[in-house]
């Protein structure tokens, strides 16, 4: 392996994917950078300048005008931080959410006449390289992942299962509930399995180095016009890089889409680090009982996202 080896396969590579003339290769007015920056800021909230900076390692000045430019276009809106006052709040605006949502749909159309080319019997090699470029560059560069490395996707094969697995492990581990709990999520997921409308109902897949992390659902619940969000769960070992941010906004923004008045959840209040991601996305705390369940003395909480009010 020489150094021209990959300056070879970086010129192959940005040449499939259109790199060098993105807005063309995207049907859109944005270069590679910009389209970066708005996916950024359609995946986390409630994003500093600052963070976008670190996050994209780009230059504060070229990052500033931007910013300018989308602020001019109404697709941010810049207010000082909640967190610290010096800093910058960056936030999408209707406009500018739609735009991120219209580039992604061209995005994962242009991946996937991309992947349509490439035979069936291909395609595990082909995944199984890209884990291992990842897997092997990001030891020789010695950092930590970072949100950007995670992908959301809908479920495979043994996905569903691991859903299962997982909450059973993690809340007996964390919380020691006890196998009632495991009941209660099976049947949850059987109940998607079975019988599940795919235009309003979907599950995703939070995905980091080839493995699943995290994961959430998004269900029809019995009011009329309104959707529940179940099981969002996301691995220890991968906390830290607003996964479970990502997918509470995956389930807003689809629930939003496809025309749903309400959003409400049920959870404990021991969870304390989901209940401050739904509080960061605007859910209200609705009501709450004292409940034995599990094994457990809990208190359960119910909690409301009006997907009418502008966020």
């Known amino acids: 392996m020489t150094v021209q080896d990959i300056r070879s396969f970086n010129r192959f590579y940005t040449n499939v994917i259109g790199a060098l003339d993105y807005s063309r290769h995207l049907y859109a007015p944005f270069t590679l950078t910009e389209s970066r920056v708005l996916y950024e800021l359609a995946h986390s909230p409630r994003t500093d300048a600052a963070d976008l900076r670190a996050e994209l390692s780009l230059d504060a000045g070229y990052l500033s005008r931007i910013l300018n430019r989308f602020e001019q276009d109404g697709l941010v809106e810049r207010a000082p931080s909640e967190r610290d006052p010096r800093?910058?709040?960056?936030?999408?605006?209707?406009?500018?959410?739609?735009?991120?949502?219209?580039?992604?749909?061209?995005a994962d159309e242009s991946v996937g006449a991309l992947l349509a080319a490439v035979p069936d019997a291909d395609?595990?090699?082909?995944?199984?390289?890209?884990?291992?470029?990842?897997?092997?560059?990001?030891?020789?560069?010695?950092?930590?992942?970072?949100?950007?490395?995670?992908?959301?996707?809908?479920?495979?094969?043994?996905?569903?299962?691991?859903?299962?697995?997982?909450?059973?492990?993690?809340?007996?581990?964390?919380?020691?509930?006890?196998?009632?709990?495991?009941?209660?999520?099976?049947?949850?997921?059987?109940?998607?399995?079975?019988d599940h409308d795919p235009h309003l109902e979907r599950v995703w897949i939070a995905e980091l180095d080839g493995r699943a992390v995290g994961c959430v659902m998004c269900v029809r619940d019995d009011a009329p016009g309104t959707a529940r969000l179940r099981l969002l769960l996301v691995e220890p070992d991968a906390r830290g890089l607003r996964i479970g941010d990502q997918l509470v906004a995956a389930?807003?923004?689809?629930?939003?889409?496809?025309g749903y008045r309400d959003l409400v959840l049920w959870t404990n209040d021991i969870l304390g680090a989901a209940r401050r991601i739904y509080q960061r996305h605007g859910f209200v705390l609705t009501a709450e009982k004292p409940h034995r369940s599990f094994g457990q003395d809990l208190v359960g909480q119910d909690w409301r996202l009006d997907l009418h009010e502008p966020q």
């Open 87 to 106: 800093r910058r709040q960056v936030t999408l605006t209707v406009r500018g959410r739609e735009t991120a949502a219209l580039l992604a749909e061209r």
């Open 251 to 258: 389930v807003v923004e689809f629930a939003r889409g496809v």
């Open 123 to 194: 395609r595990p090699r082909l995944a199984e390289a890209l884990r291992t470029v990842r897997t092997i560059l990001s030891a020789s560069d010695k950092r930590r992942p970072r949100p950007e490395d995670v992908v959301l996707r809908e479920p495979g094969p043994g996905d569903l299962g691991w859903i299962v697995q997982r909450n059973a492990a993690l809340y007996a581990a964390e919380y020691d509930f006890n196998a009632d709990y495991e009941g209660l999520v099976a049947r949850i997921v059987a109940d998607f399995a079975e």
